[in-house]
């Protein structure tokens, strides 16, 4: 008997900025990859791919332009902004393939038994509810399961709005399988360990440019403004030598060269971990280039990791530092101090990595950090001779902070997700001036430049 067949889709971001840096949906590549080993017919729509033909024909292109390193710019589309956004003086746009070429992508699929959908930042939802929209209209009978972050972490407000037939909440991939054989008539029990998944369906790209790796899931640290927990309960480190397989598989079987790790916590046990990735991966003489779009932290970096980082191929290294106020650090989680911040820049150089590759976030916009404090930490890391990075506070449901703002009275508990915008934040809840942003900003431009 024929197996069931599930479209899985990648809806579009909407927001006022959105940049391809390494983006991929790894979920539902996950559970592509799970489906077809057990014989399910796939078929996949990623309103983010750079690569959609009928994307590149609209815009005269044969590839996308890239940065050094694979990343890029999204075919951005101005849409009308939600009213209660619009105070905020930026335009709202739909990032992603135009919703013409989604509604023709819909008409060569065949009829699916089940559609999955998933979600990323929750304030992005009106991509979502567009993507189901647009899906029930092409096939009303099919039913929608939505899962990813927003459905997690907003998940009622998913179930009374976004039109999915199903919400899912959490990462419980076995969970997920056991619904769609449900909905299907299949009989099969799924039995998934998180750590032991077969790699990601990368494979459904006719072309790409990256792939992204998880080489674990959650973190063992528990900061105040973090939603890790909340979306993986349990730090989990999936196995070495599986982690090298798939970094072999990418490279010499799809040609991929450039690999953004994922993971939280990448550098946690590295003797016992990502050092042996990184040992084998030199072993192999491979020659990727290695980035870390979430930072790292900056107390776990020794001698020997950072050697092992840079000869296997690092190229873009974001260290988390956030600020360099004592008492936040200590406050929100005590991950870094900023001597051990210094001690591992000093490692990292002495290793060879140069001022192109290092950068460190830094918050902006956290309560009880002043601007006068986001300042002194660019100008800090710009002196200490690498690029800072601004990450727009903004907090996340379910977190410590999250809640400590509604005691302290700052946000409501039912605030509407696109509130959870970074660029909202701190202009609707902390009353930033646009004018202290962009001095900021331009700041922050100024020590990239110089570092
Ligand atoms: S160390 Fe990073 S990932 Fe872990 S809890 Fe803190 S912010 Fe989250």
Known sequence: MEKPH???????IYDFAAHDLWMKPLGLLYIASVLREEGYKISFIDCLDRYNTELLKLQNLERP???????????????????????IPRRYCRYGITEEIFIEELKKISHPDAILVTSMMTYWYPGVFRAIELLKDKFPNTPV??????????????????GADFVFNGNDING??????????IENQFRYSISELPSPAFDLYQNIDYACISTSFGCPYQCTYCASKLLYPDFIQRKPESVVS?????????GIKNFAFYDDALLVNSDKHIEIILDEVIKLNLYPYFHTPNGIHPRLITASLAQKLFLSGFKT????????????QIETGNKVTSEEFEEALKILKTAGFGKDGLGAYIFMGYPGKEKEEVNDSINYVTQKGIRPFLVEYSPIPGTFEWNRMIEKGIIEGNIDPLFHNNSVFLRKFLSWEESDLQKIKAMVRKGQHSA
């Open 65 to 87: 332009k890239n940065k050094k390193y694979g990343s890029g710019h999204f075919l951005r589309t101005e849409v009308r902004k939600p009213d209660i956004l619009k105070d």
């Open 317 to 328: 290294l974001r260290l988390s530092l956030e600020t360099t106020n004592k008492k936040l």
């Open 246 to 254: 798939e970094i072999e598989y990418f490279y010499q079987k799809l």
């Open 145 to 162: 399961i939505l899962g990813g972050i927003y459905a997690t972490l907003c998940h009622d407000h998913a179930l009374n709005n976004s």
């Open 6 to 12: 599930i479209l899985l889709i990648n809806p579009w």
């Open 176 to 185: 997920t399988l056991a619904l769609i054989n449900k909905l299907t008539g």
